[in-house]
């Protein structure tokens, strides 16, 4: 019923921006948190940034005070980047957890790619 896309990846010079964009179709219920995570080639899949029902935000420490993540609140969800680096050359997911009354939930996109090189 419930859908995750992502979109906006693609190619970008190192300290180029790309902004990703979640779409949700679908009834999401009560989300309780909206969060974006990437897997590199031969890595394991990261945490990048997460937005909670309380209004707080974190971000690994390897995309703080380059990334920004859109509120709790925003109606459009999305993963703003800024200063690329080669290393954040990944495939971006969006997951949304939340739930539909009492029934907890965890979506997840199928990913867009970012590509960060000369």
């Known amino acids: 019923q419930v859908q995750v896309v992502e979109s906006g990846g693609g190619w970008v010079q190192p300290g180029g921006t790309l902004t990703l964009s979640c779409t949700v179709s679908?009834?999401?219920?009560?989300?309780?948190?909206v969060g974006w995570h990437r897997q590199a080639p031969g890595q394991q899949r990261e945490l990048v940034a997460i937005?909670?029902?309380?209004?707080?935000t974190d971000y690994a420490d390897s995309v703080k005070g380059r990334f920004t993540i859109s509120r709790y609140n925003d109606k459009n969800k999305y993963l703003q980047m800024r200063s690329l680096k080669p290393e954040d050359t990944a495939v971006y997911y969006c997951?949304?957890?939340?739930?539909?009354?009492?029934?907890?939930?965890?979506?997840w996109g199928p990913g867009t790619q970012v590509t960060v090189s000369s």
């Open positions: 997951n949304v957890r939340g739930y539909w009354g009492s029934e907890q939930y965890d979506l």
């Open positions: 679908g009834s999401l219920g009560t989300f309780i948190a």
């Open positions: 937005t909670t029902r309380g209004g707080n």
